[in-house]
């Protein structure tokens, strides 16, 4: 998985026997720098198709170095283009990614739920009906990641709340020249100053008041959002501590529950955290066993696993699909039965390390 704060590449290694999911190892590969600006400021087609490849390279290397060996690859992608309900674009070749590590790969989950009348997102509201159902109370599992997004439990209601780290992300990085990507610990916000007016001005965006299903990303909350925050001259300290405050309403706004498990890299901004739980009872999805840096790579891991099944991977009620559909693509590996795997693909360790993160 590799999410909309192009932090780099969480590979997730998962047993998944009936409804049990294990979770074996994971680690977190940052990208290099290089590439998280090619993919920030990508222009031409020709840009979108080196780095297509250029990613199939990195998540399967990504993979190897996991030293497990596999019998199914789920690859997100990363996302470069997304209108909910009409179209979407993850890239990072399968292919490559197959051929590399001699696994089949399934990909391009989102495309069957558009096909479907649904928004392509959010897809993880069916894996978190697996891990966090079959409790009486009304839960919200909430994911904290460049976009925010939300799933009731027991009904299976879910969209994208708005902005969760893209903008302070962004943000931050203007401010520090790109030596800092993210507001570690939350400290810049605790900083600043919210400035109120421009708070109500960005809360009447027409975004916060669609109904759901819906989805968001780069497209309404990207790079032109951002220029649009510098250009209002405000102090860049008060600049992230309203863009921190504007993720905290949008998501306590959007939840009506009696508890809330978050997960994804905002859970590690401990402002951010101490801002929500003033408005509703929120914990980290640790606490129910699952890596709050994890859970998107083990959902896709699950989707991938139902597509292999012929089993649907979709809740129309989270998307709004007119029916249940098979997300994925399958990529078969070209490589013979019996042959050898490459050479970084030493088998039989089960280690895996996790980089902290914080967007």
Do not use: W
Not at 190 to 209: Q, S, W
Not at 250 to 279: C, P, Q, W, Y
């Amino acid at each position: 998985m590799s999410g909309t704060s192009l932090d780099g590449i969480d590979v997730a290694i998962v047993e998944i026997r009936g409804k049990r999911v294990e979770t074996i190892a994971f680690k977190s590969t940052p990208y290099p720098k290089s590439v998280r600006d090619a993919l920030l400021n990508i222009s031409t087609v020709e840009e979108v198709s080196r780095l297509n490849f250029r990613l199939g390279e990195l998540y399967a290397k990504a993979i190897l170095a996991m030293n497990e060996r596999s019998e199914l690859i789920g690859l997100h992608g990363q996302t470069i283009y997304h209108e909910g309900g009409r179209h979407t674009l993850q890239i990072g070749e399968a292919a490559v990614v197959a051929e590399r590590t001699g696994v089949d790969v399934i990909s391009n989950f989102r495309e069957a739920d558009i096909a479907a009348g649904g928004q392509g997102a959010p897809l993880v509201p069916y894996v978190d009906k697996l891990l966090f159902g079959g409790t009486k109370k009304k839960r919200a599992v909430l994911n904290i990641g460049g976009i925010s997004n939300v799933t009731f439990l027991p009904s299976g209601l879910a969209f994208d709340t708005g902005p969760g780290n893209m903008v302070i992300d962004a943000l931050v990085s203007h401010m520090t020249g790109g030596k800092q990507t993210f507001d570690r610990d939350g400290r810049i916000a605790r900083g600043g100053v919210v400035r109120g007016e421009l708070l109500i001005d960005l809360l009447a965006n027409p975004y916060f008041r669609r109904k759901a299903p819906k989805s968001c990303g780069r497209e309404q909350f990207g790079r032109e959002y951002t220029r649009m925050l510098i250009e209002t001259g405000l102090p860049m300290a008060d600049l992230i501590a309203t863009a921190t405050e504007l993720t905290v309403q949008t998501i306590a706004r959007s939840i009506e529950a009696d508890e809330a498990i978050a997960s994804g890299g905002g859970v590690h901004n401990k402002f951010l955290m101490e801002r929500l739980s003033t408005m509703m009872p929120i914990g980290s999805s640790a606490e129910f066993g699952v890596d709050p840096d994890a859970k998107e790579a083990i959902a896709f891991a699950v989707l991938a696993y139902e597509c292999a099944r012929g089993k649907p991977g979709n809740l129309p009620s989270a998307t709004g699909a007119r029916h249940p559909a098979i997300l994925g693509k399958r990529s078969f590996t070209s490589r013979l039965r019996g042959s050898p795997a490459p050479p970084t693909a030493e088998l039989g360790s089960r280690a895996g390390g996790r980089a902290p993160r914080d967007s």
